[in-house]
């Protein structure tokens, strides 16, 4: 069951009314839809890459400015990260909506709070299937802010090459252990 807010949340409530459907198979209508997968290795370092996956070290190690209230991902962690260089960084807050930990899969998804560029969900998981280790992200986003509308296919393409580096960077942690 996804977590839910109340209006007297401290740091108010989810700007979309999906909350929880990254960790269903079908993403909701009327958003942009990303869904990337990419092997990370072979299942040797499933622990390595769950622990990174929770602790939001993919996103720092690629330059990513991580504020949370926690050092893991659990179900109600605020999270807000920051995009952009120096003084130009944009805050995205988002609240953890769900979060596992298995032998075999691992990872979290979170929502945005009121502030964030666009409103939405985004999931960042890691699997073990067929022998290998699997990173996939899936989001459902759409602009809520004048930026993210004038950027138009811009957003989209952005999400994408997130995905493709934080893969990639989660493959250098774990190889590195």
């Known amino acids: ?20 459907a990254t960790r269903q198979d079908s993403l ?10 990419s092997r990370i290795g072979d299942a040797a370092v499933f ?12 996103q720092r190690a690629a330059g990513v400015l991580i504020e949370a209230a926690g050092p893991r991902a659990v179900e109600g962690l605020v999270v807000t990260s920051r995009l952009g260089a120096g003084p130009l960084r944009i805050p995205a807050p988002c609240r953890v909506v769900w979060a596992e930990d298995t032998p075999t899969r691992a990872g979290f998804g979170y929502g945005t709070l009121p502030g964030h560029p666009v409103r939405g969900e ?48 989660l493959r250098k942690l774990v190889a590195r252990r």
């Open 28 to 37: 909701p209508p009327g958003y942009r839809h990303l869904r990337y997968r």
């Open 122 to 169: 985004e999931s960042f998981v890691v699997e073990v299937a067929g022998g290998a280790v699997w990173f996939s992200m899936r989001a459902f986003s759409r602009p809520d802010r004048w930026f993210t509308t004038a950027a138009g296919p811009l957003v989209p393409a952005f999400q994408q090459a997130y995905a493709r580096l934080l893969a990639h960077t």
């Open 1 to 20: 069951m996804p977590f839910q807010t109340t209006a007297e949340d401290s740091v108010g409530p989810y700007s979309y009314a999906e909350v929880g």
């Open 47 to 58: 622990r390595a890459a769950a622990e990174a996956v929770l602790t939001f070290a993919p």
